[in-house]
């Protein structure tokens, strides 16, 4: 069955096909990035205790500001966790929306090129 109709169907089943797999590989990548972010918050917080503990036990001036510095890395790692988790949530509910039309679309072309008698 070769109608307009199913060639319009075949079409946009195909852009959706396209979107799913941007989509896919974008969600992918934020979630490689927020991994990666999470890693580094990890290592700026045992930074940070870390040298909380030596300032405790030396009171060293210099050791204070080196801490300041620290705490001020950590802020900013704390900040790009909650913007990528962020990222990823927003990414991961375009991938649900696009997969949820290219189903919808799957679908539809299957009911109009394979009709139940």
Excluded: W
Excluded at 65 to 76: F, K, T, W
Excluded at 98 to 103: A, F, I, N, T
């Amino acid at each position: 069955m070769d109608s307009p109709v199913v060639g319009v169907a075949a079409a946009h089943n195909a852009i959706l096909a396209d979107a799913y797999t941007a989509a896919a590989t974008f969600s992918a990548a934020a979630d490689a990035a927020l991994r990666e972010v999470l890693r580094a918050q990890t290592t700026a917080q045992a930074k940070v205790d870390a040298l909380q503990y030596q300032l405790l036990r030396e009171h060293s001036e210099a050791q204070a500001r080196e801490l300041a510095l620290a705490e001020r890395v950590l802020e900013r790692a704390h900040a790009n966790v909650a913007k990528y988790k962020d990222v990823v949530k927003r990414s991961n509910a375009r991938l649900a929306f696009v997969r949820s039309e290219l189903d919808a679309s799957r679908g539809a072309l299957l009911r109009v090129c394979h009709p139940v008698v």
